[in-house]
């Protein structure tokens, strides 16, 4: 689950990881008011950010300095309501729905800080680099020497001595090595205790008056472990996520929306993406990753044909089961159900193999369906890209 910045901001803080003041506004009448409050106690100068679960808001005209009232009104009345359009958001863009008033901050530098689970030593690493404000795949990209990485056991945390030769190497000041390396120490701590994937503080920034700051945060939890924070739970931001997708978890489906016109049923992650390799190897793209998993019920059958059938860029459905927990026969169950309930009318092509393959052929034989069979991965793909043809 991903974070809004606010509210990884406040998370990053409870585990003493410094941010500056800031309040998230969903209306120009609060902004107003962060700002003034701002400006009495002696900070004039403010940023104005969108908040969207997604990167280059700067970029995309989301986020903006405002040096007076007349300022962060304008801004704040461009931003708010806005479809921001970035390079991860898509065309489409994302409507802003809220906006972080944050007190200014007199930079001296910038840098690069991030928790991810490096799967190669399986632990978690912190990737630091003095080239903050960039993309880090940018910078791994043109100066792979100035990223440097320190891997970590969760039960003991990043040790004092390697935060600081990651604070010293990307060149912090000598004066700010202490306030850096407590900085470090205190992001691994909460990457770690609130299971996340990733941390990230793009720039991490050095003031004029002697601190250091997270000036942005991105943090992204493990879904696995969403039992585990009842506190982050209630964070989710279900405008910024695909209503299919929000539908799809909410029935125990991995669904991922895409841009083809294929819609893939597959049980298995595995599987799943061999399908959409094979649709796209002859000439079509696959419309949604999808998969049921290995113990689906004919509910969630219903359910997942349900969210195929939503995208109107669908074409044509390939249902590609290996049945080994999951029985066949439930698979062509749910999909007569589902078909029937929904006045199913697109080509279906299905390929069935495993437990109960052959229930499951006769009752799709049974049914008044019109269903294209298929006898392999190949040949179903090849069925399926026709038709969608």
Request: charged share 25%.
């Amino acid at each position: 689950m991903k974070l809004h910045e606010f509210q990884a901001k406040q998370q990053l803080a409870r585990f003493g990881v410094k941010v500056p003041e800031g309040r998230a506004c969903s209306t120009l009448a609060e902004a107003l008011a962060a700002y003034e409050a701002f400006a009495a106690s002696g900070s004039p100068v403010c940023a104005i950010k969108a908040q969207i679960h997604a990167g280059g808001r700067g970029k995309g005209g989301g986020v903006k300095i405002a040096k007076s009232r007349a300022e962060a009104e304008a801004a704040a009345k461009a931003i708010l309501g806005m479809q921001l359009v970035t390079h991860q958001t898509g065309p489409k863009g994302q409507k802003v729905r809220r906006i972080l008033v944050e007190r200014g901050s007199a930079i001296e530098r910038e840098f690069y800080i991030g928790c991810v689970v490096d799967r190669d030593s399986a632990q978690p690493v912190m990737i630091a680099s003095s080239e903050g404000g960039m993309e880090i795949e940018e910078v791994a990209a043109k100066h792979p020497e100035k990223i440097l990485r320190a891997g970590f056991q969760p039960a003991t945390g990043l040790p004092q001595e390697k935060a600081l030769e990651l604070a010293r190497g990307i060149g912090i000041p000598s004066s700010l090595l202490a306030s850096a390396a407590q900085f470090l120490v205190a992001l691994a701590k909460a990457f770690v205790e609130l299971d996340c994937s990733l941390a990230e503080i793009n720039p991490l920034v050095t003031t004029k008056g002697g601190e250091v700051l997270a000036l942005d945060a991105k943090l992204t939890t493990d879904d696995n472990a969403s039992f585990r924070h009842a506190e982050l739970s209630a964070l989710r931001d279900l405008d910024e996520e695909d209503p299919l997708e929000v539908q799809a978890s909410n029935f125990g489906l991995n669904y991922i929306k895409l841009d083809g016109s294929i819609g893939c049923m597959v049980n298995g992650a595995g599987l799943a993406m061999a399908t959409m390799d094979v649709i796209k190897l002859y000439g079509s793209e696959p419309a949604n990753f999808l998969d049921v998993g290995g113990g689906a019920t004919k509910e969630q059958v219903m359910a997942a044909f349900k969210i195929l059938l939503a995208d109107r860029n669908t074409k044509a459905v390939l249902v590609n089961i290996f049945g080994g927990i999951m029985k066949c026969d439930t698979i062509a169950e749910g999909i007569v159900a589902a078909a029937k309930e929904l006045k199913f009318t697109l080509p279906l092509v299905v390929r069935l193999e495993g437990t109960n393959v052959e229930q499951g052929r006769a009752i799709l034989a049974a049914s008044t369906l019109k269903i294209t069979a298929a006898s392999s991965l190949d040949d179903a793909a090849q069925k399926a890209c026709a038709a969608a043809r």
